[in-house]
């Protein structure tokens, strides 16, 4: 490395890379989790059976939710790492 800049700018390129992989997952998982409470929140106006289903489904993508984000941050890490090997993504 000749100057700051180049160094800068190879010890930031990992950190690009992962935070489009967690930048993804953060909407997604955002938005799984806000359907799935907005579910079990309206489940509470509903009669008992549909109730049921909705608290349900609620639940059930508030979990996708929560798999989604800790997918995501893992795999943004795993290519945080990989981007940072001595030898970039080609290993030898």
Avoid at 14 to 40: D, N, Q, W
Avoid at 60 to 69: C, E, I
């Amino acid at each position: 490395m000749s100057s700051f800049r180049e160094g800068f700018v190879a010890g930031i390129v990992p950190f690009r890379h992962a935070m489009k992989i967690a930048l993804a997952g953060m909407v997604m998982a955002a938005s799984l989790l806000l359907l799935g409470g907005g579910l079990v929140a309206t489940a509470a106006y509903l009669s008992p059976f549909p109730a049921r289903i909705a608290k349900a489904a609620g639940e059930a993508l508030m979990l996708a939710g929560g798999l989604v984000s800790v997918v995501t941050a893992l795999a943004a890490w795993r290519e945080m790492f990989r981007k940072s090997w001595p030898a970039g993504h080609r290993r030898i």
